[in-house]
């Protein structure tokens, strides 16, 4: 079904790995605002192609087009400036440091204009005010995840399902438009599970855009207002959660492996 102004579209999305074929002429689009999930066997090309639409992955043919701009190759740090970020696991260097300084990384495309601001000396109350600004803004980011009393903690100290709340607000604190999960729920307790959900579905509700591959169904088919069904690298099958569940070669897809 057509989406009048996707935020983001896939066409003939294709990606070789020497012999392998991954991704198989893929297509799809993300409506804006929307919460998408990308669902599908194992082996089916979810991961492939979320590297090659952020940038992971350069693609053997197709094109990626976000904001009605092509970005097909960008790298992730060019894309992040135009607002289309992924979580990543915490790197080892940000394990050493806190939570804190985690989300107070300067947003993508700021840190050359602090660096000019830096040498203008007529501007550096205004560079402090920003300053200030970053760490308000890290703590309310921190506060709206709840992760505010480990602030002080080492990245690397925290449990699993801590560490993907922390790189969930890694990402958001670089002000994006879209933000792609692949299974960020992977090891997270129910209880972290049910908050990163609802924040998810608020920042939602603020406009933001999700794009989520899933293993859990219940998550998939209770949050996703729009779901993506890839099969051998194709898409084999899209709709709201009904048309998906009613959907024999779904079924068959899951079945044969
Ligand atoms: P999914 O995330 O849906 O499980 P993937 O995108 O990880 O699927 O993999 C799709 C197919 O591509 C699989 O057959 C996988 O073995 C293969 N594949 C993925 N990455 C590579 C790679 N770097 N080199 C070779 N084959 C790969
Ligand atoms: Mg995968």
Not at 3 to 10: G, H, M
Not at 218 to 247: F, K, R, W, Y
Request: with cysteine.
């Amino acid at each position: 079904d057509a989406v009048d102004a996707p935020l983001l579209e896939v066409d003939g999305l294709r990606k070789e790995f020497g012999g392998v074929t991954a991704v198989d002429g893929a297509s799809f689009r993300v409506a804006p605002g929307s919460f998408t999930g990308l669902i599908g066997p194992n082996g089916a090309g979810k991961s492939t192609t979320f590297n090659c639409i952020t940038g992971i992955h350069e693609p053997t043919a197709g094109t990626v087009r976000f904001d009605g701009q092509d970005v097909t190759g960008l790298a992730p740090f060019t894309l992040a400036k135009e607002g289309l970020v992924r979580t990543f696991q915490i790197a080892r260097e940000l394990s050493e440091m806190t939570v804190l300084e985690n989300v107070m990384l300067a947003p993508p495309g700021q840190r050359g204009e602090s660096a000019i601001q830096s040498v203008l000396p007529g501007l550096r109350e205004e560079v402090q005010a920003a300053e200030r600004d970053v760490v308000e803004d890290a703590w309310e980011t921190l506060d709206f995840f709840e992760i505010d009393h480990l602030a002080h903690e080492d990245a690397g100290s925290l449990s699993g399902g801590q560490r993907k709340l922390l790189e969930m607000a890694r990402v958001l604190s670089t002000d994006p438009e879209m933000v792609l999960l692949d299974e960020p729920l992977a090891g997270v307790n129910p209880t972290l599970e049910e908050k990163l959900l609802d924040r998810i579905d608020e920042l939602r509700r603020d406009g933001l855009t999700f794009l989520l591959v899933e293993h859990d169904m219940d998550v998939i088919m209770n949050h996703c207002e729009h779901i993506i069904v890839m099969h051998q690298g194709q898409v084999l099958a899209e709709g709201d959660a009904e048309t998906i569940q009613s959907d024999e070669r779904v079924l068959e897809a899951y079945l044969g492996g």
